[in-house]
């Protein structure tokens, strides 16, 4: 079966994790401070720090910026539940936001501007499928209604364009990411006084790690801030160290395919449309394709996976859960939601070569193509 997303792990990180086992010192040791510098460097900043879920990351950046009871944030729906969760985490209200449009599936700042009131205080981004939002726009608009801005940059590790936006961004190395540290996070911010907050606020909010106490011979420390279990450990790191180095050769590889695939969808399967026509600064994390109005998604589906091609949804949209139903009844995304039920993630991952391409591209035109001859008869 050719997958949607695969992690590419060899020797390297082999080696890596035996080394770490054999130095005998688990978690929160050199290998996480050394990924934190190396994850920031790749960012072109000072700092970041390491945590182990994208979740976790959106979570102290939240927390850390005093988001509460009270205050509504702005999120997309289209977008993985992790986004909305953690508004609910610091007892916020997420106000979901419809899209752009089906070319461009990033949040639209017009139906942002429409659902500010008094109460709201921030709004997350997402980089949908790793293409970047646009920057300057949502600079003037937060300035303008006095916002705070955080990046889920989940799919967007590798660009130095991300967690430029605002106050702090947060990245994923989930099993299914553009590198990855099987579960695995990080945080870049602007402010560095920020960035210490989190730090602390990611170890129980106490003022010195195991690795500093023994270094400084003291026993004591003392708890500040509250604050919580999102540490990461020493295999993460080690893996992470060794993915990072790959990362930007492999985002070139995923820019190829994309381009390869935009080239062969438009010339053997048409009635198919790729969002983000327009160049647009990208980490390549999906392959998003709308299908055309009428044509059933779960026989194009059926066909691509009897013909050994899996393909998935991005994404179920937020709103529509069970529990955001609850929580949020009422909301309507018409452009979210039409494009949620038309979208198909076709296999993108830097294994793959053109000819990879080619073939899930003919599989896909035959199977759009058997779906319009049966309507056609009917
Ligand atoms: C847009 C987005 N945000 C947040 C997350 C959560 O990441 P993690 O699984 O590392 O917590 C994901 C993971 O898939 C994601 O796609």
Redesign the pocket.
């Known amino acids: 079966m050719l997958l949607v997303a695969e992690p590419i792990l060899g020797p390297e990180e082999k080696t890596a994790l035996a080394e770490v086992i054999d130095s005998g010192w688990l978690t929160m040791g050199d290998r996480v401070r050394a990924f934190e510098q190396a994850f920031a460097e790749v960012h072109g900043v000072e700092d970041s720090v390491a945590v182990n ?4 990351a ?1 979570h102290l950046i939240l927390h850390a910026l005093g988001l509460g009871p009270g205050d509504e944030v702005l999120v997309p729906a289209l ?2 539940v ?2 909305a969760n953690c508004v609910v985490y610091v007892g916020a209200t997420p106000i979901f936001v419809d899209i752009e449009s089906a070319d461009v599936p990033l949040m639209s700042l017009a139906d942002a501007e429409a659902r500010c009131t008094a109460r709201t205080k921030a709004v997350i981004l ?1 980089h949908f499928a790793g293409y970047l939002a646009d920057r300057e726009a949502w600079r003037d608009f937060a300035r303008r209604k006095g916002l705070l801005v955080i990046e ?1 940059a ?2 967007a590790p590798g660009l130095r364009q991300v967690g430029t936006f605002g106050e702090a961004a ?1 990245f ?3 099993g ?2 553009n590198m990855t540290t099987a ?3 990080a945080i870049i911010a602007r402010d560095s006084a920020l960035l210490e907050t989190i730090r602390q606020a990611r170890g129980h909010g106490m003022t010195s790690g195991t690795r500093q106490r023994l270094n400084a011979r003291t026993p004591t420390y003392d708890v500040t801030m509250l604050g919580f279990n999102y540490r990461m450990d020493e295999m993460r790191a080690a893996i992470g160290l060794v993915q990072l180095r790959k990362l930007p050769g492999w985002n070139e590889v995923r820019s190829r395919l994309v381009a390869d695939y935009r080239q062969l969808i438009a010339e053997r399967c048409p009635s198919v449309t790729v969002p983000f026509q327009q160049p647009r600064l990208s980490t390549f994390h999906i392959m998003p394709v709308v299908l055309p109005a009428g044509v059933v998604r779960q026989e194009v589906i059926d066909h691509l996976r009897e013909n050994g091609i899996q393909t998935t949804i991005h994404y179920p949209p937020v709103h529509l859960m069970t529990l955001y139903r609850e929580l949020c009844p009422g909301v309507q995304l018409p452009r979210t939601e039409d494009f949620a039920l038309r979208e198909l993630t076709l296999p993108l991952h830097p294994r793959m070569e053109a000819e990879t391409v080619e073939l899930v591209v003919d599989t896909l035109a035959r199977a759009v193509q058997a779906e319009t001859v049966v309507k056609a008869v009917a």
Do not use: I, M, P, R
């Open positions: 879920s994208c979740t976790a959106l977008t993985f992790a986004t997402v889920d989940a799919h947060a994923s190395f989930y299914n990411k579960e695995g996070g």
